[in-house]
């Protein structure tokens, strides 16, 4: 009869055993199951984090690299009117007018017609943006002071 | 990250300017620009400008073609800061 509840005893003892480690696996099991999916997920979001960075980063150097574009062709953009004091300083129009009224009357209309045609030229809508630059210093001088020929020439007669 | 493409519109038409016809007129021509002119536009009359005048007009346009300039060169800022950008990557995968 001992031997009966001795062997029950043991019996249960592994029973217990053998359950508590069967319960401790699946529990394991679900633990492992559910770090993975976590940790997938956390990767996903530091690709994510990593990617949103990135782009962000482009961005920046993006838009420095235009804004510094930008300023450029807006100083590129003023050398037309300086140009055109300059030039309207360095010589006495009045004085050159008075003596000679045709070769400055030459100059003057050739100067205003570069002007109309750059002001066309700037507001074509297919035209080259770049080249601006090149016209306006050029178009500057010639533009107030009149030379087809070139600029220089224009600014001579203004003044 | 979405971003909201803004539409690129096409740029307004291209300006179209008459001619005008400049006299310079000193002591040296006036005869000469009296009768010339009033052979060609049959009237005698004209507005005059002063040489200042004349520089200031001049000055006036150079800074409105700087306006215009500077404004084109913003808008092609705008432009090229709103063009989408590549999808893919090297590796051909999507981001």
């Known amino acids: 009869m001992i031997k009966v509840y001795l062997f029950l005893i043991i019996m249960g003892v592994i029973g217990g055993v053998g359950y508590g480690g069967y319960m401790y696996y699946k529990d394991t099991q679900e633990r492992i199951a ?7 997920k956390l990767e996903v979001a530091a690709q994510l984090q990593e990617e949103t960075i990135n782009t962000m980063i482009e961005d920046v150097q993006r838009n420095s ?4 574009e930008l300023q450029k062709e807006l100083q590129i953009a003023e050398g037309y009117g300086d140009q055109l004091r300059a030039t309207l300083q360095k010589h006495n129009l009045t004085h050159l007018a008075n003596k ?11 100067a205003t017609n570069r002007l109309w045609d750059d002001l066309a030229d700037i507001t074509n809508p297919n035209g080259v943006q770049p080249n601006t630059t090149g016209k306006g210093s050029d178009g500057n001088k010639s533009g107030e002071n009149g030379n087809t020929d070139s ?3 224009k600014a001579s007669p203004a003044k | 990250m979405v971003k909201t493409e803004i539409p690129i519109v096409a740029r307004p038409k291209q300006v179209q300017l008459n001619d005008i016809k400049i006299y310079v007129v000193s002591k040296l021509n006036y005869a000469e620009f009296i009768k010339s002119y009033e052979k060609k536009n ?4 004209y ?3 002063s040489v200042k005048d004349y520089e200031n007009l001049s000055l006036n346009f150079a800074e409105l073609r700087r306006y215009i300039e500077q404004q084109k060169q913003i808008i ?5 800061a709103i063009v989408p950008k590549k999808k893919g990557t090297e590796n051909g995968k999507v981001q």
């Open chain 1, 100 to 110: 000679k009224p045709g070769l400055i009357e030459r100059k003057m209309q050739n």
């Open chain 2, 42 to 45: 049959g009237a005698d009359s």
């Open chain 1, 151 to 153: 600029s220089k020439t």
């Open chain 2, 47 to 49: 507005i005059a400008l």
């Open chain 1, 65 to 68: 690299k235009l804004n510094k």
């Open chain 2, 76 to 80: 092609v800022y705008y432009e090229k």
């Open chain 1, 34 to 40: 559910i770090l993975t999916e976590n940790n997938a």
